[in-house]
């Protein structure tokens, strides 16, 4: 009997020539698996399916894994307001780690003998896709064509042009990752430190003008509610806003980052509702928490935003963060109006029971209630003595 592999699988490019790599010339019976993280239509996900058995599969697997991936990642990763550089909202990186974990739990329900993705041994991915499979799946191996026989793309398309397999060479020169958090976009001009895409490359183009008002309605730090119209799952009303944003331009963007094997790369990304939500949330956040909270939630999540984009979910200090955010979310609850323009848009501001800045208890920059003049005029004595004292000391000693 040939030994079993499942392979990570999308229908591009690296993908299509494991399929065929994997069967032809390792002489494995091939089990692929696509983790739609809301980035396929029903449409898609049936093409997909035949590509795969086209390509010679002993059988495909979809896993719907889209709330599953907002209920154990994204969630957090908004609690937290995660930009990874301030600028992208881990678009792939908590993608990869739900896929990761999704294609472990397969691989064991089914006994394979290996399993394969199509990463090359430039990025992040084969390290995020490995070190999972590492630890939830200790005892199965794991292969990765792409990365061990150092293939660049026209030599993937000529090997599956020889193997009768026809690919769009054109639509290969981008590589095309599309989720309900964002989608990355790469081709030869991220290569380099300098280059922008081409505006075809970008999934959404941009044919809305002029301004428009949204509201996004927040319970508890969770996404209930866009103009008015309550959804049942969070995830719902992402893809709602992305339909609304994403036609503006807004969330385009060029990220640099460092990768997990230590060299800069450079990605293209359109994360439209992504971007608002957060922008969005983070605003709600500074009306409705102490001075304190945001201190110490922003340096968790700066952690929890890294650690996270070099696959390390599934150490136990996550859980650990994951239940400080969520504590902290039970006063963050109102409503935020954004204004959209092109390739732009602005907070206009909140409303919400919890605001701390509340005209009951004062007014910034004319009134107050709680306290008088006097009570200030102690307060800043007291507040400033230890430093009062190092001047009086050190100034003495000349």
Same mark, same amino acid.
């Given at each position: 009997?040939?030994?079993?592999?499942?392979?990570?699988?999308?229908?591009?490019?690296?993908?299509?020539?494991?399929?065929?790599?994997?069967?032809?010339?390792?002489?494995?019976?091939?089990?692929?698996?696509?983790?739609?993280?809301?980035?396929?239509? *029903? =449409?898609?996900?049936?093409?997909?399916?035949? /590509?795969?058995?086209?390509?010679?599969?002993?059988?495909?697997?979809?896993?719907?894994?889209?709330?599953?991936?907002?209920?154990?990642?994204?969630?957090?990763?908004?609690?937290?307001?995660?930009?990874?550089?301030?600028?992208?909202?881990? +678009?792939?990186?908590?993608?990869?780690?739900?896929?990761?974990?999704?294609?472990?739990?397969?691989?064991?329900?089914?006994?394979?003998?290996?399993?394969? $993705?199509?990463?090359?041994?430039?990025?992040?991915? =084969?390290?995020? @896709?490995?070190?999972?499979?590492?630890?939830?799946?200790?005892?199965?191996?794991?292969?990765?064509?792409?990365? *061990?026989?150092?293939?660049?793309?026209?030599?993937?398309?000529?090997?599956?042009?020889?193997?009768?397999?026809?690919?769009?060479?054109?639509?290969?020169?981008?590589?095309?990752?599309?989720?309900?958090?964002?989608?990355?976009?790469?081709?030869?001009?991220?290569?380099?430190?300098?280059?922008?895409?081409?505006?075809?490359?970008?999934?959404?183009?941009?044919?809305?003008?002029?301004? #428009?008002?949204?509201?996004?309605?927040?319970?508890?730090?969770?996404?209930?509610?866009?103009?008015?119209?309550?959804?049942?799952?969070?995830? #719902?009303?992402?893809?709602?806003? =992305?339909?609304?944003?994403?036609?503006? !331009?807004?969330?385009?963007?060029?990220?640099?980052?460092?990768?997990?094997?230590?060299?800069?790369? /450079?990605? !293209? @990304?359109?994360?439209?509702?992504?971007?608002?939500?957060?922008?969005?949330?983070?605003?709600?956040?500074?009306?409705?928490?102490?001075?304190?909270?945001?201190?110490?939630?922003?340096?968790?999540?700066?952690?929890?935003?890294?650690?996270?984009?070099?696959? =390390?979910? $599934?150490?136990?200090?996550?859980?650990?963060? #994951?239940?400080?955010?969520?504590?902290?979310?039970?006063?963050?609850?109102?409503?935020?109006?954004?204004?959209?323009?092109?390739?732009?848009?602005?907070?206009?501001?909140? #409303?919400?029971?919890?605001?701390?800045?509340?005209?009951?208890?004062?007014?910034?920059?004319?009134?107050?209630?709680?306290?008088? !003049? *006097?009570?200030?005029?102690? @307060?800043?004595?007291?507040?400033?003595?230890?430093? +009062?004292?190092?001047?009086?000391?050190?100034?003495?000693? !000349?």
């Amino acid at each position: 009997m040939k030994k079993k592999v499942v392979l990570a699988f999308s229908g591009g490019l690296d993908t299509s020539f494991c399929c065929i790599y994997l069967s032809k010339d390792l002489d494995l019976e091939v089990h692929s698996v696509i983790v739609n993280t809301g980035g396929f239509s *029903d =449409q898609e996900l049936k093409e997909i399916e035949e /590509r795969a058995y086209s390509l010679g599969v002993a059988s495909h697997h979809a896993v719907d894994a889209v709330k599953g991936y907002y209920d154990d990642y994204l969630k957090y990763l908004i609690f937290g307001n995660v930009l990874k550089n301030n600028t992208y909202p881990l +678009s792939v990186s908590a993608e990869r780690v739900t896929q990761a974990t999704a294609i472990a739990n397969y691989a064991k329900e089914i006994n394979a003998d290996f399993v394969a $993705h199509g990463s090359t041994g430039a990025g992040n991915d =084969q390290v995020r @896709f490995d070190m999972i499979f590492n630890i939830l799946i200790p005892k199965v191996g794991i292969i990765t064509p792409i990365r *061990d026989l150092k293939l660049s793309r026209e030599a993937e398309i000529e090997y599956l042009h020889s193997h009768g397999v026809n690919i769009n060479a054109e639509k290969a020169k981008y590589s095309i990752n599309k989720g309900i958090w964002g989608t990355s976009v790469g081709g030869k001009e991220t290569l380099s430190s300098r280059g922008v895409l081409p505006e075809e490359a970008w999934p959404t183009q941009v044919t809305k003008t002029g301004q #428009e008002e949204v509201e996004l309605e927040f319970v508890k730090g969770e996404l209930v509610a866009v103009n008015g119209t309550k959804y049942s799952h969070p995830t #719902e009303a992402i893809s709602v806003l =992305q339909e609304i944003v994403a036609p503006y !331009g807004i969330g385009r963007d060029i990220h640099v980052g460092d990768t997990i094997i230590g060299i800069k790369g /450079r990605v !293209g @990304f359109e994360a439209a509702a992504p971007v608002v939500i957060i922008k969005a949330h983070h605003a709600l956040e500074k009306h409705t928490l102490t001075k304190w909270q945001l201190s110490w939630k922003d340096q968790l999540a700066m952690f929890y935003g890294n650690w996270m984009h070099e696959g =390390q979910f $599934h150490d136990p200090v996550m859980r650990d963060i #994951e239940a400080f955010f969520i504590n902290s979310q039970k006063t963050v609850s109102g409503k935020v109006y954004v204004q959209l323009y092109p390739y732009r848009f602005v907070v206009e501001g909140i #409303e919400s029971d919890h605001d701390l800045m509340s005209s009951k208890y004062g007014t910034y920059g004319e009134m107050n209630e709680g306290y008088t !003049g *006097d009570d200030v005029k102690g @307060f800043s004595k007291i507040f400033g003595n230890q430093v +009062s004292i190092w001047h009086k000391v050190n100034e003495a000693k !000349g």
